[in-house]
């Protein structure tokens, strides 16, 4: 009798996995500034884009709850740093870290000066943090806020630090523009991976929630 062949990585039974992970997200604290942030000795994975990026959207579609992250009414109104648990049963194996959205012209100057200056020290200093998702709208582009961010991270990306660009509101693209819209990206990424993703289509999520687990807990064997 032939022995079944080997399972491929990637399959439904990884994604299913890596989905029920993520649905244990629950809210563990809201920080101010980065001194109220408590020491973790899990891995962190950071959020990060401009205000009008869809991060929200898509962390809540990521961990399927509809209110996990809040979603402002006015976009750069959230001035917090929000963590998330995930790990099944209630221990705590993985955090996410929602950052404030960035760029957006309603918010005075000083706010975003010292929000610049928040994040940038927690993407340097944060010693829990494993990897960062920049969300960014492929309508747009990469843009020069989103390239100071990529600079900021750059010796830590070099050094191993896990980086993905999500194109947000992919269902937007038709193929064509979605292709090109990747090409562009991966030669903004500086080594970092970069996919398309659509809360609406559900295109990416799946594919997303395997490599935030694998970030998380290691390739799977």
């Known amino acids: 009798m032939t022995?079944?062949?080997?399972?491929?990585?990637?399959?439904?039974?990884?994604?299913?996995?890596a989905m029920g992970w993520l649905h244990t997200a629950r809210?563990?604290?809201?920080?101010?500034?980065?001194?109220?942030?408590?020491a973790l000795n899990v891995p962190e994975i950071a959020f990060v884009g401009r205000s009008n990026a869809g991060k929200s959207t898509c962390i809540n579609t990521l961990t399927q709850q509809k209110r996990l992250a809040f979603a402002s009414k006015t976009p750069g109104r959230t001035q917090s740093i929000n963590l998330f648990s995930l790990g099944k049963q209630g221990?705590?194996?993985?955090?996410?870290?929602?950052?404030?959205?960035?760029g957006y012209a309603a918010v005075p100057k000083q706010d975003k000066i010292r929000w610049q200056r928040v994040m940038a020290n927690y993407l340097v200093t944060r010693e829990s943090l494993t990897g960062v998702v920049l969300l960014c709208d492929p309508r747009h582009g990469l843009t020069e806020l989103d390239?100071?961010?990529?600079?900021?991270?750059?010796?830590?990306?070099?050094?191993?630090?896990?980086?993905?660009?999500?194109?947000?509101?992919?269902?937007?693209?038709?193929?064509?523009?979605?292709?090109?819209?990747?090409?562009?990206?991966?030669?903004?990424?500086g080594?970092?991976?970069?996919?398309?993703?659509s809360a609406l289509k559900k295109q990416g999520i799946e594919e997303v929630a395997m490599l935030l687990s694998q970030w998380a807990h290691g390739s799977p064997e």
């Open 3 to 17: 022995s079944p062949p080997a399972k491929p990585a990637g399959t439904k039974t990884d994604a299913a996995l």
């Open 27 to 38: 809210f563990l604290t809201t920080a101010p500034t980065l001194e109220f942030l408590p």
């Open 91 to 102: 221990v705590t194996d993985a955090v996410l870290a929602d950052l404030p959205g960035y």
């Open 147 to 189: 390239d100071i961010l990529l600079e900021v991270i750059r010796p830590r990306v070099e050094e191993g630090l896990k980086f993905l660009v999500l194109l947000t509101k992919s269902d937007k693209l038709n193929r064509s523009e979605g292709t090109k819209a990747l090409s562009i990206a991966k030669l903004q990424a």
């Open 191 to 197: 080594g970092g991976e970069v996919k398309l993703f």
